[in-house]
């Protein structure tokens, strides 16, 4: 599926989400010991997303879990980004609000892009000196919880980024959903059934208590390959 290319105004990012999920919508086991389960179809579309963003970002656990270094994907993806005036790789960014990343993370050890850290001021004085020598650059983005509209502000401002992809997990994509900042979601159902109360979904924190609070999506494609959906929903404005 050949992803329709987006830019939102010149405030703000266009955001949009990227995530496989089950048929009874987890994103990972209870105990996240299975968190790729898509085909590789699903992977090469996780790429081609990819190289359609200035960057691409991820929560600090999923980061962890998941051994990405958020990288181009490979030569084909490389010349795709070229093509379009992109730069090699995209930029890389972390979302953590307590500052709590493993620094022997492997995204530490690729430096081909720079790394930002969004975090708040949970995060403590010896944690923030850890971070900045390890990223680019540490951005405090709130007291106690992200503040995504001053962070994707100035990830717009400072670094450019007019289109971000999001990676999961359920917690960043909660905090984008519930500001009304995601504007597009590219979710892979898979045929598979994980079930367990505790498991991941996409997306996690308190959730709407209203169904007139909820952030209302329509359905832009449905493409079936191998069992599998490929689906797009854009935000109603």
Same mark, same amino acid.
Request: charged share 25%; proline share 3%; glycine share 10%.
């Given at each position: ?10 405030? %703000?990012?266009?955001? =949009? ?12 086991? *209870? ?6 389960? $898509?085909?590789?179809?699903? @992977? ?20 962890? +879990? ?48 720079? +790394? +930002?850290? /969004? ?8 944690? /923030?000196?850890? /971070? ?17 509209? *001053?962070? @994707? ?10 289109? @971000?992809?999001?990676? $999961? ?17 590219? %979710?892979? +159902? ?11 979904? /996409? ?26 959906? =490929? ?7």
């Amino acid at each position: 599926m050949k992803p329709k290319i987006k830019v939102r105004s010149a405030i %703000l990012p266009f955001v =949009f989400v990227n995530m496989a999920m089950t048929a009874d919508g987890k994103i990972a086991t *209870a105990n996240r010991s299975i968190h790729s389960f $898509g085909s590789r179809r699903d @992977l090469k579309h996780l790429y081609a997303l990819r190289a359609t963003a200035d960057a691409v970002m991820c929560g600090a656990r999923t980061v962890e +879990i998941s051994n990405t270094i958020l990288g181009n994907g490979g030569e084909i993806f490389r010349k795709q980004r070229l093509k379009t005036g992109l730069a090699e790789f995209p930029i890389r960014v972390i979302v953590s609000g307590s500052g709590s990343i493993n620094p022997d993370a492997d995204i530490f050890r690729e430096t081909f892009s720079p +790394i +930002i850290v /969004l975090t708040t001021r949970r995060a403590s004085a010896k944690k /923030l000196a850890r /971070l900045r020598k390890l990223a680019e650059e540490v951005k405090i983005c709130g007291h106690t919880e992200i503040n995504f509209l *001053a962070a @994707l502000r100035w990830l717009r401002t400072k670094w450019g980024v007019k289109r @971000l992809l999001c990676e $999961g997990g359920g917690e960043l994509n909660a905090g984008l959903f519930g500001g009304g900042f995601a504007d597009e979601i590219h %979710l892979t +159902i898979c045929p598979k059934i994980f079930g367990g109360r505790n498991a991941p979904t /996409l997306a996690e924190g308190i959730g709407f208590q209203r169904l007139t609070n909820a952030e209302k999506f329509k359905t832009q494609a449905i493409r079936r390959f191998q069992g599998e959906l =490929f689906t797009v929903f854009s935000r109603r404005k």
